[in-house]
């Protein structure tokens, strides 16, 4: 079975960090968050997939999963370009899967067991969630516990129980793409190409997500799952060099990493070839790689890769990739700031 990853999407809701990549590349928990998509795949046995690219710099996807092999999967590449909606995206990849396949969303994160979602009889197959903010998702209304109808992010709170972003279909849903019509938003919708094949008398089973997962489409939801996977799957390992340091519980420390006279407290995460000095490192802290913190104290936030911070206090914070934060102790003592669209400042 093949697996279907849409990589697209503008990201509008992280800018400014998805003004030079998207935002599937964000790591949270020292993954991309796609990474930790493709590696829930391949623990359920689906190891071919194919990467539906967007038009937002797609080259940096292809540069950081190259053909799979480094993931133990393969992956194939189609371009959409410009967002025409999912229903759209997946239709490009007609020619490429078999008879049953499955598509998940490259920015969200659902632990869930992929066998159990793979494994279905009727036409298709979708994984639902209560939400308590239906108005951002295509919801399903559940009559006698069965879906009887899907409507893309209603104005009404006609359901809770939201579609997460992952489904799997048999080809019919190729039948039901070709005859779709744009919606107001002049994208061909995931949910009226299902609701398409309800029109035909087909069977859509669905499951209930129970408890946590996770749509990363905003900073706060970036910290959340960051602060979620942390807890779940990171482990103890030092592999770089500490030096004078206290590191406590389950912090990693990547090969190349150096932390100095300081403090670590895990659950964290630190990449490759980053510098910590005279600093405390709290729990909930994801630092990227090639990263330079220096005289400060950082908890529960996610720093990406390249930054230099030195000399302040973070907290809940989202920094964007090669981003510089310095103390300047000199007079006036005055803040300076070069700040981007949409950013959120608190001082």
């Known amino acids: 079975m093949e697996a279907i990853v849409l990589h697209g999407g503008q990201g509008t809701r992280l800018r400014p960090l998805t003004h030079t990549g998207p935002k599937q590349l964000i790591k949270v928990a020292g993954k991309p968050v796609s990474q930790w998509v493709i590696e829930q795949l391949k623990k359920a046995n689906i190891s071919d997939i194919i990467m539906i690219l967007g038009d937002n710099n797609p080259q940096k996807v292809v540069e950081y999963y190259g053909d799979g092999s480094k993931f133990e999967v393969k992956i194939k590449y189609i371009y959409q370009g410009k967002a025409r909606g999912l229903a759209d995206a997946i239709y490009r990849a007609k020619n490429l899967v078999g008879e049953k396949f499955l598509v998940y969303l490259g920015d969200n994160i659902v ?85 398409g094949l309800l029109d035909r008398n087909r069977e859509i089973y669905y499951d209930i997500v129970d408890g946590w997962w996770k749509d990363t489409g905003t900073p706060e939801d970036i910290l959340e799952a960051n602060m979620v996977l942390l807890d779940e799957f990171n482990q103890r390992s030092i592999k770089g060099i500490s030096n004078g340091s206290s590191i406590d519980g389950r912090v990693t420390v990547e090969e190349g990493a150096q932390v100095f006279n300081s403090r670590v407290i895990g ?79 608190e001082v």
């Open 111 to 195: 632990p869930y067991n992929l066998s159990k979602l793979v494994d279905f009889k009727g036409s298709a197959s979708i994984l639902l969630a209560k939400v308590q903010n239906p108005y951002r998702f295509g919801v399903a209304i559940i009559k006698e516990g069965k879906i009887a109808k899907l409507i893309e992010k209603p104005k009404e709170p006609i359901s809770d129980y939201a579609l997460v972003g992952v489904y799997a279909f048999t080809r019919e849903i190729f039948d039901v793409i070709e005859n779709l019509k744009p919606s107001p938003r002049n994208e061909l919708e995931i949910t009226d190409a299902i609701q």
């Open 267 to 345: 659950p964290t995460f630190i990449g490759y070839n980053s510098i910590i000095k005279d600093s405390y490192i709290g729990p909930y802290t994801m630092i990227g790689d090639s990263c330079n913190i220096e005289n400060s104290d950082i908890e529960n936030s996610v720093i990406l890769d390249g930054s230099n911070i030195s000399g302040v206090s973070l907290r809940d914070s989202l920094i964007g990739q090669s981003s510089k934060i310095l103390r300047i102790n000199k007079r006036p003592l005055a803040m300076r700031f070069i700040i981007g669209e949409r950013s959120s400042l």
